[in-house]
């Protein structure tokens, strides 16, 4: 079965003061999946958050979906913190790890969904050597939100589509908002990370349900 359309907000994009209550206002707009962005100041410029943060949500979120987007070196140095804070799914870049095989199978022995990523400019045939649960393709290069789609991704995202097949989860991360979430539906997303165009806007329910409707999401 073709997995669910669902955005994933993420929170790189909200008011750190009040997260709990941004998160708050995008799952009570149907958002069942949150999006967070860990960067290390080596794999990206920028530091964002930790897994201190994920335990906080999983906290007050019981049954919502963490999914943990790594922009870190070495991640397989993490899984088990994320693991343990209660991440559902751990993506991870193809680029930070000389041991994409074995980080993989970390990531599931702890219990999570083992994602991979790709940078824009990263060939998809990893994708032809290794099983992933999901597959994220960057659609700007990693480190900032707020940046512009990047257009040469909707024919990268048909590939990626092409190659692990109908079943899979794709997502895509950059750059998505009204606009573009709908020719990435049709490329062949299923998860949606939106970022400033959910948490940037005066209604991130409504922001969020628009992008939603967008993809052909519920
Ligand atoms: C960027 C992060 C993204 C970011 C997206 O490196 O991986 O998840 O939050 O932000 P927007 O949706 O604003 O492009
Ligand atoms: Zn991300």
Not at 72 to 80: F, G, L, N, S, T
Request: charged share 20%.
């Amino acid at each position: 079965m073709p997995p669910t359309r669902r955005i994933a907000p993420s929170i790189l994009s909200a008011d750190f003061a009040r997260l709990g209550e941004q998160v708050q206002e995008v799952v009570d707009a149907g958002a069942s999946v949150i999006h967070v962005d860990v960067m290390d100041g080596r794999f990206v410029p920028p530091i964002t958050m930790g897994p201190l943060v994920v335990e906080a949500l999983r906290g007050r979120f019981a049954d919502v979906d963490l999914d943990v987007h790594l922009m870190i070196a070495d991640p397989e140095r993490q899984v088990e913190a994320f693991a343990s804070a209660g991440a559902s799914g751990i993506t991870f870049h193809a680029e930070a790890t000389a041991h994409v095989h074995r980080t993989l199978d970390l990531v599931r022995e702890h219990g999570c969904r083992a994602g991979l990523a790709v940078n824009p400019a990263t060939p998809l045939t990893v994708f032809e050597e290794v099983e992933v649960d999901l597959a994220l393709l960057m659609t700007v290069n990693p480190g900032w939100g707020g940046q512009r789609f990047i257009p040469a991704s909707l024919g990268r995202l048909e590939r990626l589509r092409a190659i692990v097949g109908p079943d899979k989860e794709v997502e895509v991360d950059g750059g998505v908002d009204a606009q573009t979430a709908g020719p990435c539906a049709d490329a062949g997303a299923s998860l949606f990370v939106a970022g400033s165009a959910v948490f940037g806007a005066g209604s991130p329910g409504d922001a969020l349900r628009t992008i939603a409707a967008a993809t052909g999401a519920g």
